[in-house]
C-alpha cells in the first residue's frame, strides 16, 4: 500500500497559553512512527493566547506544512475550538490531544489501528501517565486518580486526555466541559464501539495544589452530570460502585499510604459535591474554565 493510499489522521491540540509544552508536543507528533496510517495534518487551534504560544505553532508551521495554525481571538471554551478544527479537517480519523501531553512514539499508530483492523470501533482512548512525584500527597493523590482511571478504562472503556475517533462526529455541543465523553457519547449514539488502548500512552501533568485538583475534579463531575442530562450518556467513571471497587482494591495494595488514600477520596468527593452543586443548583457553566497553571510544565518533571 503505497503512502497515498494509507488512510488520514489529522491531530487536533485546543490550545490556551501552552508555551512552554507546545513546541514539545508538535515535535512529538512530527516524529510519530506510522505504517498503517499517515498523519497528515496538525491543527493546532490558539484561542486568546497571550503568550508565545502562536508564534512558536507559527514558526513549526513554516518547517513542516502538516502544522495550521488557527486563531480564536478570545477564549470561547474547549467544545467551541474543537468544532472549529472538526469543521476544518476532512481526514478519515481525528485525534483531540491536549495541549499539556506529550504522546510516546508510537500513541497515534496504536490509537489508530484498531479502528482500521475493526471496522466496528469508532473510538479509541490512550493511557494517561502522570509526570508529577508521588512522595508528596497531591503527587500521591494524582497518580492515584489516573491508576484508578486505567484500571476501570481496561473494564469499561473511558477516555482521557488523548482520544482518536473515526470522521463522524461533527460537532460537540458548545456547552460541553467534558469534550471526550460528548464524543463518545455521539461515537456510541452511532452504534460504533470505544476501545482503550493501554499501549497508547501519553504523559500528562497533573495539579500540584489541592484547590486546582478539586477545581479540576469539580468541572468535570459537573461536565459528566450535564452529559448524562443532555446525552442520557454516562461515562464508566460515574458509577460509585464501579469506583469505589476499584479504589479499594487499590487502596490495599499500599497500606502504608492509607490516610493519603482517604484523602485522596476525601478531595474526590468534595469535587463530586461542588460538581453536582453546579449543575443541579447554581447552574454554573464549565465551558470556558479557569486553568490549573501548575499543570502547563510537563517537560519540568520528566
Known amino acids: 500500500m503505497g503512502t497515498k493510499e494509507l488512510p488520514t489522521v489529522g491531530v487536533g491540540i485546543m490550545a490556551y497559553n501552552e508555551g512552554r509544552n507546545i513546541r514539545a508536543l508538535l515535535q512529538a507528533l512530527i ?57 476544518s479537517s476532512e481526514t478519515d480519523f481525528r485525534i483531540l490531544a491536549s495541549g499539556d501531553t506529550l ?23 490512550g493511557h494517561v501517565v502522570p509526570v508529577n512525584g508521588d512522595t508528596d500527597f497531591i503527587g500521591h493523590a494524582v497518580h492515584t486518580l489516573w491508576r484508578l482511571h486505567h484500571r476501570l478504562a481496561t473494564e469499561a472503556p473511558k477516555m482521557g486526555e488523548i482520544v482518536a475517533f473515526r470522521n463522524v462526529v461533527k460537532r460537540i455541543p458548545e456547552d460541553s466541559a467534558v469534550d471526550e465523553v460528548s464524543i463518545e457519547a ?33 468541572r468535570i463531575h459537573a461536565g459528566h452530570l450535564a452529559a448524562r442530562r443532555i446525552a442520557g450518556y454516562a461515562p464508566s467513571t460515574m458509577s460509585l460502585g464501579r469506583v469505589g471497587r476499584v479504589f479499594v482494591a487499590d487502596a490495599l495494595t499500599r497500606p502504608a499510604r492509607l490516610p493519603w488514600c482517604l484523602g485522596t477520596a476525601a478531595l474526590e468527593a468534595t469535587g463530586r459535591m461542588l460538581g453536582a452543586y453546579d449543575h443541579y443548583v447554581s447552574g454554573r457553566s464549565h465551558a470556558v474554565w479557569e486553568i490549573a497553571v501548575t499543570t502547563k510544565d510537563v517537560q519540568g518533571n520528566r
Do not use: W
Open 103 to 125: 504522546p510516546a512514539s508510537d500513541a497515534i499508530e496504536s490509537l489508530i489501528r484498531p479502528m482500521i483492523d475493526d471496522p466496528t470501533v469508532g473510538m479509541t482512548g
Open 186 to 218: 455521539e461515537v456510541t449514539r452511532q452504534g460504533l464501539k470505544l476501545k482503550y488502548i493501554p499501549q497508547a500512552i501519553i504523559r500528562n501533568k497533573g495539579p500540584e495544589t489541592i484547590s486546582e485538583f478539586v477545581k479540576q475534579r469539580r
Open 31 to 87: 516524529a510519530q512512527r506510522t505504517s498503517k496510517c499517515r498523519l497528515s495534518e496538525i491543527v493546532v487551534v490558539a484561542s486568546g493566547c497571550t503568550d508565545d504560544t502562536e508564534s512558536i505553532v507559527d514558526h513549526l508551521s513554516r518547517r513542516d506544512p502538516r502544522i495550521r495554525l488557527l486563531v480564536q481571538p478570545k477564549r470561547e471554551g474547549k467544545a467551541r475550538a474543537i468544532n472549529l478544527y472538526l469543521r
